[in-house]
């Protein structure tokens, strides 16, 4: 199929349980990662997303959109769905600079005439 011909990148798709806050310690452990796709995939920004500016905490940040295809027959564990807050982390890609790259996803598209599973995604850098 020419949309997995493409998939040149390798992503880990995966959702965090929440942060834990432990009192004896003083410190905030993160919640529990659950992995539910890591194969080859194809990471490219939307062209027409151009960043808009936010703040974060005390710092600024732009939100870029990015376009995450997977291969059409991926599976997901039982009971579960591509919700916004996932993320996908940028395993290996042939642009050096994005690897490790984590996206939050923002929603995920549906079809059943699509070539690829399409999510679209947040680099929050």
């Known amino acids: 199929m020419?949309?997995?011909?493409?998939?040149l990148d390798t992503v880990?798709?995966?959702t965090q349980g929440e942060d834990?806050?432990?009192?004896?310690?003083?410190?905030?452990?993160?919640?529990?990662?659950?992995?539910?796709?890591?194969?080859?995939?194809r990471v490219k920004p939307v062209s027409q997303s151009t960043g808009e500016e936010t703040q974060?905490?005390?710092r600024e940040i732009v939100l870029r959109e990015v376009e995450v295809a997977l291969?059409?027959?991926?599976?997901?564990?039982?009971d579960?769905?591509?919700?916004?807050g996932a993320r996908v982390e940028v395993l290996t890609s042939e642009d050096?600079?994005?690897a490790g790259?984590?996206?939050?996803?923002?929603?995920?598209?549906?079809?059943a005439q699509a070539t690829a599973w399409r999510i679209t995604a947040e680099d929050r850098s």
Not at 23 to 30: A, I
Not at 71 to 78: C, E, F, K
Not at 101 to 111: D, G, P, Y
């Open 2 to 7: 020419a949309a997995e011909a493409r998939m």
């Open 12 to 14: 880990r798709l995966f």
């Open 20 to 41: 834990v806050f432990e009192r004896d310690t003083g410190t905030t452990v993160p919640g529990p990662v659950t992995v539910l796709y890591e194969g080859h995939a």
């Open 56 to 58: 974060a905490g005390e």
């Open 71 to 78: 291969p059409w027959a991926t599976a997901l564990p039982a």
């Open 80 to 84: 579960t769905r591509v919700l916004p």
């Open 96 to 98: 050096p600079r994005m």
């Open 101 to 111: 790259l984590v996206l939050w996803v923002t929603s995920s598209q549906f079809s």
